[in-house]
């Protein structure tokens, strides 16, 4: 199975600070069809996960221009340009080229400073 | 606007058997795949089951095959997991969530199964 690694498990942000996640996986995403099927979700605390980002840098229908994915082969990055108030929770990175399994990466929590 | 709404969960016994349901709504529920994940307290996210359109692609987890069992019924736009000979370790809130081409979109709030004695 892929292994996802997120780092850090913990981020501490000021209000309309920058924020960045790092997701590294074990094996290249790309896929024999060429895509990257590399996800970013987000889940506030109490709600259910909701898609940001998907293959790489593609973001989700209402979803802020101030988040961003990037990344290729193996080390992917999310960023928030000036984080605010609703972006707390947890920010997990999944794969979908090599399944099944999908895998996620452990989480990062994002907190207000 | 797609729904998915998570029914069935509640407390179970170790080596009991408990179905979850999920209700669609929002979106033609016969053209997708689906899948069933969950999350222990606390932790993280792992996905548990994966059917096709037509429920002939079935996948499952390791830590579920044998059983688990995912069905779907698309004339009443629902999806199902029955989960036999529980475990505490499958103590979860269990989401069902819509699937597009290696991609997971929609998810729905979840429903809590607790295994414990």
């Known amino acids: 199975d892929v292994v996802m690694t997120q780092s850090p498990v913990s981020l501490p942000v000021t209000l309309g600070q920058p924020a960045s996640i790092s997701c590294r996986s074990s094996?290249?995403?790309?896929?024999?069809?060429?895509?990257?099927?590399l996800n970013w979700y987000h889940q506030r605390p109490g709600q259910s996960p909701r898609r940001l980002i998907y293959?790489?840098?593609n973001r989700d229908s209402g979803v802020p221009d101030r988040f961003s994915g990037s990344g290729s082969g193996t080390d992917f990055t999310l960023k928030i340009s000036r984080v605010e108030a609703e972006d707390v929770g947890v920010y997990y990175c999944?794969?979908?080229?090599?399944?099944?399994?999908?895998?996620f990466g452990q989480g990062t929590k994002l907190e207000i400073k | 606007q797609v729904q998915l709404v998570e029914s069935g969960g509640g407390l179970v016994k170790p080596g009991g058997s408990l179905r979850v349901s999920c209700a669609a709504s929002?979106?033609?529920?016969?053209?997708?795949?689906m899948s069933w994940f969950r999350q222990a307290p606390g932790k993280g996210l792992e996905w548990v089951s994966y059917?096709?359109?037509?429920?002939?692609?079935?996948y499952y987890a390791d830590s579920v095959k044998g059983r688990f069992t995912i069905s779907r019924d698309n004339a009443k736009k629902s999806l199902y997991l029955q989960m036999n000979s529980l475990r505490v370790e499958d103590t979860a809130v269990y989401y069902c969530?819509?699937?597009?081409?290696?991609?997971?979109?929609?998810w729905g709030q979840g429903t809590l199964v607790t295994v414990s004695s």
């Open positions: 094996q290249s995403l790309v896929h024999r069809d060429g895509n990257t099927y």
């Open positions: 969530a819509r699937e597009g081409y290696h991609n997971t979109d929609y």
């Open positions: 293959k790489v840098s």
């Open positions: 999944m794969q979908a080229t090599h399944w099944p399994p999908y895998t």
């Open positions: 059917m096709s359109s037509g429920g002939s692609i079935i």
């Open positions: 929002g979106f033609t529920f016969s053209d997708y795949y």
